[in-house]
């Protein structure tokens, strides 16, 4: 039998489909906590880390990122945490992740919630520094439904698996499956 696994959920802009994930999570038998801004979002039974902003209000007046003040935070979250690995949503949720697993050499996983476009990443700066670096820190990229797929595949050549946000088993699947791998 396996043990549970310790699953910590940075849900960013997409805090609903992390907060789906961990229900459904929960109900398998796993141990999540979502690492969030808006604790309001948790489902029942779900340990949640509030994030505080460090300096989101000076950084959206200067379309600097998104959500970039909840960095720190976030990654003291993961580093007092004993997960077994991170799951960031979006870009931003998996850019704390991505550098607690440099630490932990634990596995991450980047779930994008939204279809990609140029405008996306062209408006605003720091974007594209934190899309290429939440891309190439993952262990495994998916896509919440198959339109994001698309987008992933047509702006940037990305070929990913889609897995809906409510599919906790196929989540714990690739879970254990990134868990028994060795580590870079």
Do not use: C, K
């Amino acid at each position: 039998m396996n043990r549970p696994l310790r699953v910590a959920l940075l849900g960013g802009a997409a805090a609903t489909d992390a907060a789906t994930l961990a229900r459904g999570l929960h109900r398998a038998g796993q141990l999540p906590t979502l690492v969030t801004p808006d604790p309001a979002t948790a489902p029942p039974g779900t340990e949640v880390v509030r994030l505080r902003s460090v300096a989101n209000a000076p950084l959206h007046v200067r379309r600097i990122g998104d959500g970039l003040g909840y960095l720190p935070h976030a990654w003291i979250a993961l580093a007092r945490g004993r997960f077994d690995l991170a799951h960031g949503f979006g870009p931003a949720g998996a850019l704390p992740a991505v550098a607690w697993a440099h630490r932990s050499r634990r596995p991450v996983v980047l779930t994008f919630a939204e279809p990609l476009d140029r405008a996306t990443i062209a408006n605003g700066r720091l974007r594209l520094a934190t899309l290429e670096r939440a891309l190439h820190g993952a262990d495994a990229v998916l896509a919440s439904s198959d339109e994001v797929r698309r987008s992933l595949q047509r702006l940037l050549a990305l070929e990913v698996r889609v897995v809906d946000p409510s599919d906790a088993a196929a989540h714990v699947a690739l879970y254990r499956e990134l868990s028994s791998l060795p580590r870079r």
